[in-house]
């Protein structure tokens, strides 16, 4: 049994490779989750009883100097057709308001706009006008909203983080960092959130409102979209999911993986990206290193597949944004030593479900990359779907 179940994986990866959907230009896409979002309070001193901390607790929302600074290494590397690199920046859109929240007696996680924070919003709208910058969207809290609030009125320590900006409370440590597990699905129940459309609709709204466009990408937070969410995002607008090669779901109350090709047409025609490159440079595993990603991208540019570098906030901001910069802009020294394009998610969505063809996310000029397909190729993508 196990065997057939190991022989049956084997399968599915290989199929999923030799099937992503493939280009004749050499495609860069760098995708980066949790911007906007308010992580810890960097003031807060993390008393030391509660448990070990997590490495994701020392995310911590983006100065204006750090937005700066990763600006200027994008400027610096620029593709064969003149677009500086584009960072896809997936944004939470909303954060809590503890004192709301308390004063309306923990009814429910009273949300505010990101763009309170008038600086950071100028600085956000800074990189997009530099054309390296470009917001899509992440999700609005992060965490399920229920178990959150749960958790604030019945544990004490969950409710001192809150009140003090620590964003996630319990999820910062180790032992419970997946108390609030995740903003569309109660991984403990399993039960999809309440009014998921209108939740949704209202993020996609926040964002258009914040950014002045509609995000047609996004990413859901820790990847977890059950298949119901397909047809809600769809509705709501979003025509292309990042990081299709990892959707969780719960069921039954264990955690299931799809896994789909890069190209793959989902419900509603909604189209899967795929992420292939880790580039973490702030944690410890070798893989997420440079010198391991270098690797990777060279065998993916020969396979012609392209490059999705999924990069998070946390590597930017706190005490790892001057290593990561560093390591970034020697990845990018690298990426530009080849003959390469680079695109935004939504690019190479629209790309890839209109010949070839996409408009600029910054200038709206019309370009054209070339798909190298087969009928098998989308045949094998689309039959998992
Ligand atoms: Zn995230």
Redesign the pocket.
């Known amino acids: 049994m196990l065997e057939l179940r190991k022989i049956k994986s084997y399968l599915n990866y290989h199929s999923r490779i030799y099937s992503h959907i493939r280009f004749k230009e050499n495609i860069v896409v760098i995708e980066s ?2 911007w906007g979002k308010n992580a810890n309070n960097p003031n807060f001193d993390f008393p030391n009883n509660i448990g070990t901390r997590t490495d994701w607790s020392f995310d911590q929302l983006e100065s204006e100097n750090e937005l700066e600074k990763l600006y200027e290494i994008l400027e610096d590397h620029v593709d064969s057709s003149g677009n500086k690199a584009k960072l896809t920046a997936n944004f939470i859109v909303a954060n809590p308001d503890p004192q709301k929240t308390k004063e309306q007696g923990y009814h429910t996680v009273v949300l505010g706009g990101i763009d309170e924070n008038k600086e950071l919003l100028k600085a956000w709208h800074s990189g997009m006008q530099k054309k390296v910058f470009h917001p899509q969207y ?1 999700g609005r809290l ?1 965490y399920n909203s229920e178990l959150y609030l749960e958790s604030i009125k019945s544990n004490s320590t969950a409710e001192l983080l809150f009140n003090n900006n620590v964003n996630g409370g319990l999820e910062n440590f180790v032992e419970s960092q997946f108390e609030y597990y995740s903003e569309y699905q109660n991984h403990k129940t399993n039960a999809l959130m309440v009014d998921a459309q209108e939740w949704v609709q209202d993020g996609l709204l926040e964002f258009k409102r914040i950014f002045g466009f509609y995000s047609k990408s996004t990413i859901a ?2 990847y977890v979209i059950p298949d119901k969410m397909i047809e809600v995002l769809s509705t709501a607008g979003v025509k292309y999911i990042q990081g299709g090669n990892k959707m969780i779901y719960f069921n039954s109350g264990s955690q299931k993986y799809k896994n789909y090709a890069l190209g793959t047409t989902l419900k509603k025609q909604i189209i899967a990206l795929a992420r292939n490159v880790k580039f973490e440079p702030c944690r410890s595993k070798k893989e997420w290193q440079v010198d391991f990603c270098k690797k990777s991208i060279d065998t993916l540019f020969r396979k012609n597949i392209p490059v999705v570098i999924d990069t998070h906030r946390f590597n930017y901001v706190g005490k790892h944004a001057n290593r990561s910069r560093k390591c970034l802009s020697e990845l990018l020294d690298h990426i530009t030593t080849y003959d390469v394009r680079f695109l935004t998610s939504d690019e190479l969505g629209e790309a890839i479900g209109n010949k070839g063809n996409y408009k600029n996310a910054f200038t709206g000029e019309v370009s054209k990359i070339h798909i190298i397909d087969n009928p098998l190729k989308k045949i094998l993508r689309n039959w998992v779907s």
Do not use: L, T
Request: hydrophobic share 0%; glycine share 0%.
């Open positions: 989750d949790d992440h992060h937070p820790n």
